[in-house]
């Protein structure tokens, strides 16, 4: 590619976010109708004075070397297919079973060199284009209040599960008090506590801290993302408190108490977008929404209850970071894609149970890509074999490589575990690498 840089954003382009916002409004509406349940109505959104482009923070880090990623997603050409895989830096690596043996999951999470150390593991072995930051999606509730700990053998645990108005009340009453602020009314609590969200994620500065630190020793060598839980998933942690089959209490909560979780989930956006903002600002170069329980609702609820916040991220994000690339994984929900057409997202992260080839071809039609979506168990098969299954994927969706696709990540369909080979995943990234050269 000739131009290494990220991408350059004309001063003329800012003055059309506040229209491409109106619009993306009008096209949720459409999208929401697909399955017939009622719009959830956006307050209006106050339009960043000074919006930030990504060629402004990229003067603060060494020069881009390989921007594929970036380029895929924009839909320019790439010199080669762009690849990195969920929880690359994590336990099937030898070295950071090593690392972490002394350290508390959270800790790892809220320490910048170790965070920063942990990130960097994967490219000590393979040639990546995307680095993720090391962080847990579970870092928001934390810092609203909640208490989450990593139990080994079960998860993420929460100590006091989110299931009454009373005690979420009370959660925004104390983010209030943390900001210096009371005497406020319940009935305007929660658009209080969404005003002070820029000041309230001031408590995850280690993220920040991290991402600067981590894109730096990165010298260049890949983008970085920076990610985020989406409202539901979080909300549905939060009430479940621990690992469930069931999904029990969260399904209890929306059809009975919908509007206390419409005002959860409206609150929790807020804090997502304003934590990604502050990830940009701190050198994150491409933003992805895990919305891993997105399998959790049917379709039309989950046109209702996460849809509308997912697009309400993305919206606020886009208003103060307006050539960000965005990308969203509603986990196991091939149902999400048509939906997702409509949205203000570039790229959607698809499962496995989708064709890779129809689906990026559908999304090519609504001027967005796909990320994904090999089946992770393929990691299992002996790696000549697993060469030739990475090949057959891509050449039954994307041809004979004589032209590489666009707005086209390759990824699994989701995370690596703990079990897989290293080795395997060097064969998957160099079969990647090697599509349509002969």
């Not at 020069?63 to 380029?71: E, G, Q, V």
């Not at 800790?107 to 990130?119: D, F, G, I």
């Not at 981590?214 to 479940?240: D, H, I, M, Q």
């Not at 059809?255 to 929790?268: D, G």
Request: aromatic share 8%; hydrophobic share 40%.
């Amino acid at each position: 590619p000739a131009d290494p840089s990220p991408s350059r954003f004309s001063s003329a382009a800012l003055l059309l976010v506040p229209a491409l916002l109106a619009g993306a409004a009008v096209v949720l509406r459409q999208a929401l109708q697909i399955w017939g349940t009622r719009t959830v109505e956006y307050e209006a959104l106050p339009i960043a004075m000074m919006a930030v482009t990504c060629a402004e923070i990229d003067k603060k880090f060494p020069p881009l070397k390989n921007d594929n990623a970036l380029r895929a997603i924009r839909g320019q050409p790439v010199d080669r297919i762009p690849v990195w895989v969920m929880r690359q830096a994590g336990r099937y690596l030898p070295e950071y079973v090593e690392y972490t043996k002394d350290k508390e999951f959270f800790s790892r999470c809220q320490n910048p060199e170790v965070a920063c150390t942990l990130t960097l593991q994967p490219f000590d072995r393979y040639d990546l284009d995307a680095g993720i930051i090391f962080s847990d999606i579970l870092v928001i509730p934390q810092a609203l209040g909640l208490e989450v700990k990593m139990v080994k053998g079960q998860g993420p645990v929460f100590l006091d599960p989110l299931r009454t108005k009373e005690q979420w009340y009370y959660i925004e009453k104390e983010l209030l008090r943390r900001c210096g602020v009371s005497g406020v009314s319940v009935e305007e609590q929660d658009a209080k506590v969404i005003e002070k969200a820029p000041e309230l994620v001031d408590a995850l500065h280690y993220v920040y801290e991290a991402i600067t630190l981590t894109r730096t020793k990165l010298n260049g060598k890949a983008p970085l993302f920076g990610f985020c839980g989406s409202p539901w998933t979080l909300f549905v942690y939060a009430c479940e408190a621990k690992k469930t089959k069931t999904y029990t209490e969260c399904s209890k909560m929306i059809y009975a108490q919908p509007e206390l979780v419409h005002r959860i989930l409206r609150v929790m956006a807020h804090i997502c977008a304003n934590y990604l903002i502050r990830q940009v600002k701190a050198g994150a170069q491409l933003l992805q929404v895990f919305d891993s329980h997105a399998n959790v609702l049917p379709p039309k609820q989950w046109a209702e209850f996460s849809l509308p916040y997912l697009e309400l991220i993305a919206k606020l994000v886009k208003a103060e970071c307006p050539d960000i690339p965005m990308v969203v994984l509603p986990k196991d929900a091939p149902f999400a894609l048509e939906m997702l057409q409509a949205t203000t997202y570039d790229m959607v992260s698809i499962d496995p149970t989708l064709n890779l080839g129809k689906s990026h071809r559908m999304m090519l039609e609504a001027g967005k890509g796909v990320q994904g979506n090999m089946s992770p168990t393929t990691m299992y098969a002996p790696k000549e074999k697993l060469k030739h299954l990475v090949a057959d994927y891509l050449e039954e969706a994307f041809g004979d490589g004589s032209t590489l696709p666009t707005r086209y990540i390759a990824n699994l369909g989701s995370g690596m575990n703990p079990d897989m080979d290293p080795e395997n995943l060097g064969a998957f990234v160099e079969t990647i690498h090697a599509f349509g050269k002969k």
